[in-house]
């Protein structure tokens, strides 16, 4: 275009080679087979992305209608990234159900149901992928003779000669004037006709917006996802160059060729299976019509089977299939509670579908999607309501719920995630509590309170920080007693003025705390007790005459498949919004600022409580006070990562040294969060003059040094982060000089007078308290280190609430029936929350909320778990090689060495709090040292039924 349009000449001969610039490969990338890893269906959300692409695509264009329609180039860019969206949800709809044994598939299989569901009435989007591939074969077909001499390079010569052969097969006239008939649908020289005479503000603009939609990809957090949406944006990006410049000028990447070859390639394949999966439905939909009874349209529809012994062996056939599935976890116990209902109401489809269908149960469970069965909970059935539906599964909701369950209540917990644990699963540093087992150590109610409010500064609410603080003991003895928990150490966190963090003597407080709740709430799901739906996201409250009396919720796995429970007290647990940096989201509406920083929550942290009770009118409190946590974890093989590895506040509680890029000290490492955040964006020139963030600014980083004393004092997560490979042991101060690229006389001065300061119990900036010092002796010193960034961790605002946990509306009036717990909730810390509070927080509040809900009497419950542990089965003798172990090494398969003894953790997997791709990356080999850096020992004794046998090294 750029040769042939006198506006465009105006252009540098440059201006679109920089078009792919803002993808970014990252540090540490490396070459990945696109075949062994095709874009399939991986459960992430991606609406917020989605969402925050399109409100990106707005050219700046001088027009005071802002209801004008989009301008010509806005279009063609719309229908682009239409076109990629509609090709990734078909590719998702193709590969929608996963291999699994249970259910018998043997590969990917595909979900038509969700493909209509999503493409009914909106043939535009499959209109806008045919566009998108006609932008590509334009460009294709423009650079025909470019690409026909480029150098191929794979690093065989056979591969190189195989691969030219196909590339001028594609490039082939024939093949591409095969599709002439398709390119008037586009044509690239009629962009920007309409720039202003004399400028090239129209090509800057568009250009501006392209580079801003692939920026937002980095916020993606599914790695399949966004390795899959960068490569077609670099297509696309590819595309658009070939097209707007002029040939002579042309430069293209070897990963700018690759990537518009495949993204071609994915545009054909998804028109390809736009056709099989519509075929697919319509053969599904045409098969079901054809096994129902056939109706005469002139009669009434109100036929019956007239032969009832036949009608009752059809009810018992349908009950057995029924079964049947629900034993071989075809169905979940929700599901099979609504067909067995719908069997015993004669329902007649599926009676119909039992008689032809009971004897092949895959194709009866197919069929059966089409029957929407009786609704477990009605709601005008009181007696079968839940005394209170729980939504968030992290420690607050967990905490909340087994306080019901052991009133003898009935519970219906909502979790949106695949797992339960949520951000709490995470938090390492462990649990205030004053005063339990530390009052030797001069702490006091009064001293606790004090710190708390200084770190809250003025948005502290003295009645929530009282509530807090006063049941810190309750709560601490709560989760010892109760779950069994153990919090025998003692830690001083920055910010407090004594130890009263309490944690595990091994393992990590978050992961040991929510196994312990989640083993202890589970227990009672044979009693019936306890209903817990994982993968189902709620999606509003249900409210009545002012008073909230349920909630609506959609499965996260089935589509848009939902319903709605009712219930006289819904509790929201459903924590932050911190990794929500989409356009309209709570962080971009109160601290766009902080958008470009990384977080260490995760990607589910979107703020949805919040939303359902503002949609009510409840209140909220301090959304503006975001938590910056100074130390979160930069991974060296992935930098740029926006999800971030938390360096716990424990690991310069026990002498963690932070060192700037001069090589210098600049803080007191013990002072609050705050205070530690602070000190380090004043190396931001712009922050140190006025004291806010800009968005031009660069995140800065740091160096976290333990000498070799702090770190056996923080032995349990110094080997965790080291087996992360987020932490590097470094033998005496010259290599650690030269890990951190600073002339070791600076670093030995830096030490030396921390040796000095420590000796005289003060240094500059006020710290008094000094453990973990290093040795004199530097050269021979081993010092462990890794490189820590500011990042979001915490959102101290939410919804507003009085001292019970009751959800408060704008007047300060409670809202009957909604009540909350956790970081969904605003106002108990003020403006910074004190490091080990969160846990508190979670435990306090939901304890409150849980002791008060109230309960409809039923028969007690004998079943109860408590804290003792169970005596363990005896253990299988059975001698397991290393050999025989390393062929149980996948996720259908997972075998796990912990500690002599070999464990199949394939079933157990799921339900790791911290998720299954830790257990799936010890299988079938040791991970003793792995569990080690996180888990207590003790843990295994609730897994004498996964025992295969003794592991013979």
């Known amino acids: 275009m750029a040769d042939e349009d006198d506006g465009a000449s105006m252009l540098p001969n440059d201006f679109w080679l920089d078009m792919c610039s803002h993808i970014k490969e990252g540090e540490g990338a490396k070459a990945v087979n696109l075949a062994l890893n095709p874009e399939r269906n991986t459960y992430y959300n991606g609406t917020h992305i989605w969402n925050a692409i399109y409100e990106e695509n707005c050219l700046e264009i001088d027009n005071n209608d802002d209801n004008s329609e989009m301008c010509f180039e806005e279009k063609v ?71 026909d001499s480029y150098d191929i390079r794979t690093g065989s010569a056979d591969e190189d000669k195989d691969t030219q052969i196909l590339f001028r097969r ?34 800057e603009n568009f250009k501006g917006v392209f580079h801003n939609v692939s920026s937002i990809l980095d916020c993606v957090q599914c790695q399949q996802c966004k390795l899959h949406g960068k490569m077609a944006m670099l297509g696309y990006g590819t595309a658009l160059k070939i097209l707007f410049m002029a040939q002579d000028d042309l430069i293209l990447s070897r990963n700018e060729v690759v990537a518009f070859i495949n993204t071609l390639a994915k545009m054909s394949e998804s028109m390809r299976e736009v056709r099989e999966l519509s075929h697919l439905y319509f053969e599904q939909s045409d098969k079901f019509a054809r096994e129902l009874p056939l109706v005469d349209p002139r009669k009434e529809h109100n036929w ?134 530390n009052a030797t150590y001069g702490d006091s109610l009064d001293s606790f309170q004090k710190d708390t409010i200084k770190s809250a500064g003025d948005a502290a609410n003295l009645p929530l920080i009282q509530t807090l603080v006063g049941n810190s003991a309750k709560a601490v003895s709560f989760l010892k007693e109760r779950a069994g928990v153990d919090l025998s150490l003692l830690a001083q966190l920055g910010g407090h003025s004594y130890k009263r963090t309490h944690r595990p003597n091994n393992g990590m407080a978050g992961a040991e705390i929510i196994y312990a709740m989640q083993k202890a709430v589970k227990s009672y799901e044979k009693s019936g007790q306890i209903e817990i739906l994982l993968d189902t996201q709620a999606t509003k409250l249900i409210q009545e005459n002012g008073t909230v009396v349920g909630i609506e919720y959609k499965s996260n796995l089935d589509g848009d498949v939902g319903g709605s429970l009712y219930t006289p007290r819904v509790i929201l647990a459903t924590g932050g919004f911190a990794s929500d940096r989409s356009v309209g989201s709570y962080l971009s509406k109160h601290r766009p600022e902080l958008t470009q920083f990384p977080a260490t929550a995760g990607d589910f942290s979107t703020g949805d409580g919040i939303t359902m009770a ?303 791709e830790s257990i799936f990356e010890l299988a079938g080999r040791d991970g003793t040292e792995a569990f080690q850096a996180v888990h207590n020992q003790a843990m295994m004794k609730d897994f004498q039924d996964e025992i295969i046998g003794v592991y013979e090294k």
């Open 304 to 437: 019956k089977i007239s032969d009832e012994i036949d009608q009752y062996e059809m009810m018992d056939a349908a009950i057995e299939s029924i079964s049947a599935m629900a034993r071989m976890d075809m169905i979940s116990e929700r599901r099979e509670v609504e067909l067995v209902a719908s069997a015993l109401k004669k329902d007649t489809s599926l009676l119909i579908l039992a008689k032809h269908y009971a004897s092949d149960l895959d194709k009866f469970y197919l069929h059966t999607q089409h029957i929407k069965g009786e609704p477990m909970i009605e709601k005008d059935d009181k007696k079968e309501r839940p005394d209170a539906v729980v939504v968030g599964s992290g420690l607050a909701g967990l905490t909340t719920t087994l306080k019901i369950l052991d009133r003898g209540g009935k519970v219906v917990l909502l979790e949106k995630e695949h797992r339960i644990g949520g951000n709490s699963a995470k938090a390492s540093s462990g649990i205030n509590a004053c005063c339990p087992l």
């Open 614 to 916: 503002t949609e009510l009118g409840a209140g909220t409190t301090d959304l503006e006070k975001i938590q910056i946590h100074p130390t979160g974890w930069v991974d060296p093989t992935n930098p740029n990562n926006p999800s971030k590895v938390l360096a716990a506040e424990l690991m310069r509680g026990v002498g963690g040294l932070l060192i700037n890029s001069k090589g210098s000290r600049f803080c007191n490492e013990l002072g609050t969060r705050a205070y530690v955040t602070d000190m380090m964006l004043r190396h931001d020139d712009a922050y140190r003059i006025t004291g806010q963030w800009s968005t031009n600014s660069s995140v800065p980083t740091f160096s976290l040094i333990l000498a070799s004393s702090a770190a056996d004092d923080g032995r349990k997560h110094v080997d965790l982060y080291s087996h992360k490979k987020l932490l590097t042991r470094l033998n005496g101060v010259d290599e650690l000089a030269n890990w951190m690229k600073i002339d070791v006389e600076t670093v030995k001065a830096t030490i030396f007078d921390y040796i000095k300061d420590a000796e005289r119990g003060n240094d500059q900036w006020g710290k008094t308290s000094f453990r973990g010092v290093p040795s004199s002796d530097l050269e021979n010193e081993f010092f462990y280190a890794g490189i820590v960034t500011p990042v979001l961790h915490y959102c101290m605002g939410g919804v507003t609430i009085d001292t019970e946990g009751h959800v408060l509306n704008e007047n300060l009036e409670i809202i009957p029936g909604l009540l909350a717990a956790g970081e969904v909730t605003g106002g108990v810390h003020g403006a910074n929350r004190l490091g080990g509070n969160s846990l508190l927080e979670c435990t306090v509040f939901g304890s409150l909320v849980g002791e008060n809900v109230p309960i409809v009497p039923r028969e007690p419950q004998v079943n109860r778990l408590t804290g003792s542990k169970e005596a363990p089965t005896q253990k299988k003798d059975r001698l397991i090689s290393s050999l025989e172990l390393s062929k149980h090494n996948n996720s259908d398969d997972c075998w796990v060495a912990i500690h002599g003894t070999v464990y199949d953790l394939t079933s157990f997997a799921e339900e790791h709090p911290p998720g299954a």
């Open 170 to 203: 594609l490039l082939d006239s024939h093949v591409l004037s095969s599709c002439s008939s398709v390119f008037s649908a586009f044509d690239e020289t009629l962009m920007f006709e309409n720039a202003v005479e004399g400028s090239y503000s129209l090509q």
């Open 77 to 147: 860019l719309y229908r682009l990234l239409s076109g990629l969206h509609t090709s990734t949800t078909v590719s998702i709809a193709k590969n929608y159900f996963p291999p699994s044994k249970k259910k018998g598939r043997v590969d990917w299989q595909p979900n038509p149901q969700y493909f209509m569901e999503r493409f009914s009435g909106h043939p535009e989007y499959i209109s806008n992928l045919h566009f998108s591939y006609v932008v590509l074969l334009r460009a294709l077909r423009r650079a025909s003779s470019y690409l």
